[in-house]
């Protein structure tokens, strides 16, 4: 089932009024922000908190951030002044009967927000709203406790909440529809941008997400490149924001460890979600990235940060022959002639976009640059990485065949350079760094389509939202091509010999109907 794809960009209800109360349960970090979210919106805002003077002193710190936004004339100081006049702090669950809408942010811990929730059925009005910003917990399961299942859904924001735009608007098994618009019409009205989702495990953000750290794992773990080098590569010719491994240390390897755990546990281990023992290492070592001081990286006092591996710089060739008529070949044809190298034009039929001091290169289709070179006869077979933009990337990965003579890698690199490329070679791992984890991150992007968690315009607007894509996976993939990313899938399961790697279904009706994902 694919849902309507209008359900992402327009609400079909009506926002809740300012003139709703809007409680907050849990005044941590996340609750903090969403309580700033609500008054700034214009909602009154009690804060509960089980901890004594937690909630006032999270609005201190919320009327502070109100304080610092008017100083940048981000907003006026009257509209500081009244939004911080709307935030109350209150001691007991009684104190919210009032609620149009209580929204939980406490522990993740089922029994826990079970507990609650029967709580608050007890306290506050028939109409009253539900929305546990729960992160990994079913949906379907909090509600399972309650007498009236039927108001409760998920309203997950993203960290920190006053800044990212994302709200998964998450219903449950018994969620009322109209309780799920309401939710998305006032997350819009709150100048947030929502989208549906069904409980699943890991909702869209958080299952799309897995192949982003777990393919970065795999060539680490295989020897295929270094951290530092993986992480420039997904930023530089990716266009990530950050790169996988930083990013898992600035997450924190207790917490990313156990989301990866959680959603394989759920999916009753699936292999496309089996955790890596190499992040499990991290965790036993208590080795959890920036808060704890040492992850992949190390942020002790004095700890040098390594630098990606970067090729030596080689001469620039003088016999290159571009061919085809790809994006990439054409790109690299004008950054040569930006830059005054001299080049031909050639029409070799299988794929090659370049031939340089006897290396034939290839964009990566997924299998080895040995495997390739085996089965076309050509020894010396080079290999480049996916670019979000092959005109402006200033980094590209490639990788060689085993048997691939070095003057010749040599050439190869040395023309991308000529192009104004930092290379970095990779070990010859299948569908090196960039393209194994786009294919991957489309792929699970395309079954969450296909069993009906979400829609595409979903999955592209929350990975980029959420966790700050360059590009929506499924927009990704369509502009690559859904044939190149179903060849890259099925030959990385080819040499894995995994189901990791089978082809969403959504993505192979598409290739045989010679349709695109958003067509």
């Known amino acids: 089932m694919i849902v309507n794809a209008t359900q992402t960009c327009k609400p079909v209800a009506h926002a809740l009024p300012t003139s709703a109360i809007v409680a907050v349960v849990g005044t941590g970090a996340m609750g903090a922000g969403i309580a700033q979210v609500a008054a700034a919106a214009g909602h009154v805002v009690k804060l509960l908190d089980n901890r004594p003077g937690a909630a006032a002193k999270a609005i201190e710190g919320i009327r502070a951030q109100f304080g610092k936004l008017a100083d940048k004339a981000k907003m006026s100081a009257e509209a500081a002044q009244a939004a911080s006049a709307r935030l109350v702090a209150v001691e007991q669950l009684g104190d919210l009967a009032d609620a149009a809408l209580v929204i939980e942010a406490i522990v993740e811990n089922l ?34 406790a309650m007498q009236r299942p039927e108001r409760l859904a998920g309203l997950h924001f993203f960290n920190p909440a006053p800044l990212m735009k994302l709200v998964e608007i998450v219903s449950g098994l018994a969620t009322e529809r109209a309780v799920a618009d309401t939710l998305f019409a006032t997350a819009a009205a709150w100048g947030k941008t929502p989208v549906h989702a069904r409980s699943t495990p890991g909702f869209i953000v958080n299952r799309v997400a897995r192949p982003y750290y777990a393919e970065a794992l795999r060539i680490l773990n295989e020897g295929g490149g270094d951290c530092a080098t993986v992480d420039a590569i997904m930023r530089d010719a ?26 394989w546990n759920a999916f009753y281990n699936d292999p496309r979600f089996t955790p890596s023992l190499i992040q499990q290492e991290l965790v036993d070592a208590g080795f959890y990235g920036r808060k704890s001081g ?40 004008d950054r040569l002639f930006e830059r005054k190298i001299a080049h031909t034009w050639g029409e070799a039929a299988d794929g090659r976009i370049a031939e340089v001091g006897g290396a034939v290169i290839f964009v990566t ?41 070095a003057p010749a890698v040599g050439a190869a690199i040395g023309l991308l350079q000529a192009a104004g490329f930092e290379v ?53 993939a369509d502009r690559i091509g859904l044939p190149a990313i179903c060849a890259v899938l099925a030959n990385l399961a080819r040499f894995y010999g995994e189901d990791r790697y089978r082809v969403s279904p959504l993505i192979q009706q598409r290739v045989l109907a010679g349709k695109k994902i958003h067509d």
């Not at 990286?297 to 085809?324: K, N, W």
Request: glycine share 10%; proline share 4%.
């Open 294 to 333: 040492r992850g992949f990286y190390d942020y002790r006092d004095g700890a040098e940060r390594p630098g990606a591996q970067v090729a030596v710089a080689q001469q620039a060739p003088g016999d290159i022959v571009l061919h085809g008529h790809s994006a990439v070949a054409h790109a690299l044809a």
């Open 365 to 405: 289709d997924g299998r080895t640059a040995t495997q390739r070179a085996a089965e076309s006869g050509i020894d010396n077979v080079v290999l480049i990485d996916l670019a979000l933009d092959y005109a402006s990337a200033p980094r590209l990965a490639v990788g060689a065949a085993i048997n691939c003579f």
């Open 238 to 263: 990716g266009g990530f924001r950050m790169g996988p491994f930083e990013l898992m240390d600035m997450i924190g390897h207790d917490v990313n460890f156990a989301v990866t755990r959680s959603v």
């Open 424 to 476: 970095c070679r990779l070990g010859d791992t299948p569908g090196l760094a960039v393209m194994r984890t786009v294919a991957m991150l489309a792929n699970e992007a395309a079954d969450a389509v296909h069993q009906g968690v979400c829609d595409a315009a979903a999955a592209d607007a929350a990975m980029k939202l959420g966790v700050n894509y360059p590009r929506g996976p499924l927009e990704w």
């Open 111 to 144: 029994e826990a927000k079970q507990t609650l929730y029967r709580n608050l059925e007890e306290i506050v009005a028939a109409d009253c709203i539900f929305g546990t910003n729960t992160s990994s917990i079913s949906v379907t399961s909090i509600g399972a």
